[in-house]
């Protein structure tokens, strides 16, 4: 039998951890709001179901292309710093879009940068929420930390997202 732990009960992974784990989610259910909201908002601007199913790829093609830039911003830079300036483009993105609606003057090709940009910035951010995790935790815990920050953010991103903006 391999022993799950060297304690008896593990040891706290601490404020900084949770305080990262908050984001996370936070950050997370966002993106998954926004993974159902942009089609809708798409359906008032066409009706093509190419140039709307396009948007999703165009949110998740960042990944495929910067997922690598991604992690090598992450270890050179100040990891707090780039999930900080990711967060704030995607919130400016946001605020765009929304005015652009608001004035009417707002196309899919606008729709369809908004949701490549928002892409990018997920990806520096997720990346760089993952890599900071040796920072804050110690080495011992870096497993039990990983799996909790990985599961707030499968929830939040593809459970708790989509059902809130549905609702």
Known sequence: MVPRSRHPHPMPLGSSYWKLWTSSGFSNLADGVFSIALP????QLTQSPSLIAGL????????LVFALTAGALADRLDRRTLMLVANLVRAILLLALVAVLLLGISSIWALYCVAFLVGVSETI???????ILPQIVQRDQLSRANGRLYAVELTANQFAGPLSAEC
Not at 40 to 43: E, K, N, P
């Open 125 to 131: 951010y997720d990346t760089s929420a993952q890599s």
């Open 40 to 43: 809708l908002v798409a359906i």
């Open 56 to 63: 999703v790829v165009a949110a998740r093609l960042p990944w």
